[in-house]
Nanobody
Framework: QARVVESGGGTVQPGGSLRLSCVASGIIFDHALLAWYRQGPGKPREMVASITADNGVYYTDSVKGRFTVTRDNAQNMVYLQMNSLRPEDTAVYYC???????WGQGTQVIVSS
């Protein structure tokens, strides 16, 4: 069964860091576009970062310089390293792949003092 599963969310103080992980199964991982989306309280879902099969990356403006997306094709993993976290980064973060249009169940990130 094809799926993606996130992990690594939690609660962190402003200025802190978290690393989100997403493991994929049942897809052709090497060819897939992978992305991280988030949905904050009362906000629409937005793309945070993406990485193509040839490691081309995209970041939404609000996270540039703070977040880094990487992939490990050997492990079928995609990561989102989040540094200098701000309260406005609080959201449920979702992993997505264009291979079969798969979404994960989400992992909660709370940035609060």
């Amino acid at each position: 069964q094809a799926r993606v599963v996130e992990s690594g969310g939690g609660t962190v103080q402003p200025g802190g860091s978290l690393r989100l992980s997403c493991v994929a199964s049942g897809i052709i991982f090497d060819h897939a576009l992978l992305a991280w989306y988030r949905q904050g309280p009362g906000k629409p879902r937005e793309m945070v970062a993406s990485i193509t099969a040839d490691n081309g990356v995209y970041y939404t403006d609000s996270v540039k310089g703070r977040f880094t997306v990487t992939r490990d094709n050997a492990q079928n993993m995609v990561y989102l390293q989040m540094n200098s976290l701000r309260p406005e980064d609080t959201a449920v973060y979702y992993c997505y792949t264009n291979d079969r249009n798969l979404w994960g169940q989400g992992t909660q990130v709370i940035v609060s003092s």
